[in-house]
């Protein structure tokens, strides 16, 4: 079966800079979720994104901004990157808010 | 705001050992309830979920959980642990919300390590 699909794996990058983060939901799914994971740390929902439109919002930075296109694929944006932003950004996805089922995350390492 | 808690951050069994770890939330809505485990370097994984119905669910390798609605909780167990089930294991729970954005909340997480 299909699964989630997020790129890059991993990622190094400089303070100051940008990156952006992409994500793939299984087929049919109308609901995309991103989650950060720090170090030893439980998953910290960010933002979520239902048929497009953004749904709710959680603990994301203001320098952070995600969308969700066409064809259902959604994108983290992250500008002037800290070294706290260094962790796993998992993206999870589901169908009309039952179960979510994660991708295999994008370790971000900020140095 | 929703809230989850696990007991046990740390537990160590042998192998063939019982396991049970405690998670709590503390939402009076209608929620639905989950058990994610994270094996090293790895993403999360379904292991259970409870939407509904018999307050027992059964999982995949041998997990099972039950809710008691009266204690907000939604314990997991299995009777007998393998050294392959050593990992994270996060319980999760959700708002019933229409339109989407079901965002899960997160338990800080149990590790787990089984023994030979």
């Known amino acids: 079966a299909a699964g989630v699909i997020q790129s890059p794996r991993h990622l190094i990058k400089e303070k100051r800079e940008t990156a952006t983060l992409k994500c793939y939901p299984i087929?049919?799914?109308?609901?995309v979720y991103w989650y950060q994971q720090g170090p030893g740390q439980d998953p910290q929902f960010l933002i979520s994104f239902y048929e497009k439109m953004q749904s709710d919002k959680g603990s994301i930075p203001d320098r952070f901004s995600a969308q969700q296109f066409s064809d259902y694929h959604s994108e983290l944006n992250m500008s002037s990157l800290e070294l706290g932003d260094s962790a796993l950004y998992f993206c999870?996805?589901?169908?009309?808010?039952?179960?979510?089922?994660f991708g295999p995350g994008t370790r971000l390492t900020v140095t | 705001a929703q809230s989850v808690s696990q007991h046990n951050h740390h537990v160590i069994l042998s192998e063939a050992a019982s396991l049970e770890l405690g998670c709590n939330y503390s939402?009076?809505?209608?929620?639905?309830l989950f058990w994610y485990v994270q094996y090293p370097g790895q993403h999360l994984q379904l292991l259970l979920k409870?939407?509904?119905?018999?307050?027992l669910v059964k999982g995949i390798k041998g997990f099972e959980a039950e809710f008691i609605k009266s204690k907000f909780s939604f314990n997991l167990r299995k009777p007998s642990v393998q050294w392959s089930d050593t990992a994270e294991y996060f319980c999760?729970?959700?708002?019933?919300?229409?339109?989407?954005?079901?965002?899960?909340?997160f338990g800080t997480g149990t590790q787990l390590k089984v023994e030979l």
């Open positions: 939402y009076g809505g209608t929620v639905n």
């Open positions: 999870a996805s589901s169908s009309q808010g039952y179960e979510q089922y």
């Open positions: 087929p049919r799914h109308d609901t």
């Open positions: 409870y939407f509904s119905g018999d307050p």
């Open positions: 999760a729970v959700n708002l019933i919300l229409t339109g989407g954005g079901n965002k899960l909340t």
